[in-house]
């Protein structure tokens, strides 16, 4: 079917970052604005976009959108693009699912909830893959299995790194037990590329859960997040259905996993350019390769 | 049968639980306990069976059958430690070459705090690394619920059958229709579209077979047990790094043919 949203008026340019979450509304007309979701502080947007949409005055990590990530992470100009013409298909006649894709590939600009490609980092060459939060949330389907296999593969055949950026509700429900078959299907690539002797990083950032978590998210050889990020199998508000009791303050943020030995570190924005630069030079080899590779 | 009835048969009391499919399949079953880290998971039940003659290593989820032995089991869905001695028992099975049942039959991985505590996604995330590449041959069985991660963290194998009455989905139509709905009354429209039922999944290469239940249960399960073992032996009888290439291929290939390349009309 044809996107039905061509004579909506244009998003202004502070949605095209991305930082607002799937559906929220714009606090400010102007958009010059934009309300810290943690502390409620009012907050300048230009300053924020320095801050790297950290607030400034109680530090919390804000969602950002995959092409701000790799636009404020890697090497300028270093990012070159892979499989960015893949689009996801309502294979199981799924009430509602069309729609749900055209609007949020309007909504966010992108095709689908996760963008990959080949770039650096201080010099460093990797393949990378950065999921969207504002692609249903980096809910989890045939697109993202594909595109995330192939980042590892490519990565296996061109001897680089992998540095993968996850955020995720979960599995696609409108693709059915397919999208439960990604979370197979993505590991075996990352396990091709291990066994290779390959050096795959991951970043866990705000929420990362259900079936990313259960795979490639926790598959990874170092393990970061960014700070206060949720990181689950099940959701709060799922284990509170289940058990019938309040959860304790903290429970599943980056610092209670850390602290049960789930990750390897937590790394605030400003000092993730500079922490994975230096993890890729550990690992270089005098040929020029990484890991085993 | 509608979709939804099929979720009802698979969750049904009357349906033999992991033990029961292994009492009728193998002559022998000898349980070998724990996962060596934490402790021993009652939801998931693993050891060496004897399936006409030959020794495999066989685990199951269990639900249990007395109230007593269902709550001991917490309904069969289990925590980490339950997908860790899996895992220990299946790199055992490697060491000593024997090839790898595994019957599954969960509502789902336990979504409780303890579970998250020891890192159910963690857990479950390694059998799916590590079992792709496991030198012996791997048959997977979905009998009855086929919850979701939970239930594929058993089934990485180069072989997975269904039963008829099976149910393999990536949620349950009620979360989903309370997800997508905010109404779990929409639960049969939810189990419609989920592609859980065996007949649905065959063609989409998520199960190789269906398990017809047209006989009594006891002979269905025997029947499984000589089915299980041919398929076994013909799996035993291909080169291993063929089979491995044929095991990441198989999941390599999941949802490939539906993604579109270029134009966005859906």
Redesign the interface.
């Known amino acids: 079917m044809l996107n039905g949203n061509i004579f909506k008026k244009a998003l202004n340019s502070l949605e095209e970052t991305g930082i607002l979450r799937p559906g929220a509304k714009p606090q400010t007309p102007d958009r010059l604005y934009i309300k810290c979701d943690a502390c409620k502080a009012m907050l300048l947007a230009d300053e924020l976009r320095e801050h790297l949409y950290v607030c400034p005055k109680c530090g919390a990590h804000m969602r950002i959108s995959a092409r701000d990530r790799i636009h404020m992470l890697f090497d300028e100009g270093s990012f070159q693009e892979w499989d960015a013409d893949l689009l996801a298909t309502d294979f199981l006649h799924f009430p509602g699912y069309p729609e749900k894709l055209a609007e949020y590939r309007e909504k966010s600009g992108e095709k689908d909830g996760v963008v990959t490609g080949l770039a650096s980092i201080g010099g460093h060459p990797c393949a990378i893959f950065v999921m969207d939060p504002g692609f249903m949330i980096g809910s989890m389907g045939t697109v993202i299995g594909e595109k995330i296999t192939r980042v590892f593969e490519r990565a296996a055949q061109q001897k680089l790194p992998v540095i993968g950026f996850t955020v995720s509700g979960g599995a696609r429900m409108q693709e059915g037990t397919t999208s439960l078959m990604q979370m197979a299907k993505v590991s075996g690539a990352v396990k091709r590329h291990s066994d290779q002797g390959g050096l795959y990083i991951a970043v866990l950032t705000d929420p990362t859960s259900g079936g990313v978590t259960a795979s490639f998210a926790m598959e990874a050889d170092v393990l970061m997040a960014e700070p206060g990020a949720l990181i689950a199998f099940a959701g709060p508000r799922v284990i509170e259905q289940t058990i019938h009791k309040k959860l304790p303050a903290g429970f599943q943020r980056a610092e209670f996993l850390l602290e049960h030995g789930f990750l390897d570190k937590i790394v605030t924005r400003d000092r993730l350019r500079v922490t994975l630069k230096r993890l890729l030079g550990y690992h270089r080899q005098e040929d020029g390769s990484y890991g085993r590779l | 049968m509608g979709d939804f009835d099929r979720v009802l048969a698979a969750r049904s009391a009357e349906r033999p639980t992991g033990l029961q499919f292994f009492s009728a399949m193998f002559s022998e079953f000898m349980e070998l306990h724990g996962d060596r880290r934490f402790g021993d998971d009652p939801a998931i039940v693993g050891g060496i069976g004897r399936l006409n003659g030959m020794a495999v290593t066989a685990i199951c989820t269990e639900k249990g059958r007395t109230t007593r032995d269902k709550v001991r089991r917490n309904f069969g869905s289990a925590h980490p430690e339950g997908y860790r001695k899996a895992l220990r028992l299946m790199k055992q099975a490697e060491k000593f070459g024997r090839p790898i049942i595994c019957l599954i039959d969960t509502s789902g ?5 303890e ?8 857990a ?3 059998n ?3 079992m ?2 496991l030198r012996v041959p791997i048959v997977s069985v979905i009998t009855g619920e086929g919850g ?2 939970g239930a ?2 058993l089934a ?1 194998a180069d072989t997975v059958w269904m039963l008829e009455n099976g149910a ?4 349950s139509p009620e979360g ?1 229709a309370s ?2 709905w905010k109404n779990a009354a929409e639960k049969e ?2 189990a419609e ?4 039922t065996a007949e649905k ?1 065959l063609p ?1 290469g ?1 199960i190789d077979r269906i398990i017809a239940e047209d006989e009594p249960m006891e002979q269905v399960m025997k029947k499984l047990g000589c089915l299980l073992y041919q398929e076994v032996e013909r799996l035993r009888s291909i080169n291993i790094d063929d089979l491995l290439e044929a ?2 291929q198989r ?2 290939s ?3 043919d ?9």
Do not use: D, N
């Not at chain 2, 991985?109 to 705090?113: E, P, Q, S, V």
């Open positions: 991985a336990f979504c409780g705090l579970a998250e505590e020891r890192g159910q996604g963690q479950i995330a390694e799916l690394l590590e792709m590449t979701s991660g594929l963290a990485v393999y989905s990536v949620i989903c997800i997508l429209t939810a579209h989920l592609a859980l999944l989409l998520i095991r990441y999941f390599r999941m949802g490939t539906k993604i579109q390349k270029g134009t966005e009309e859906l």
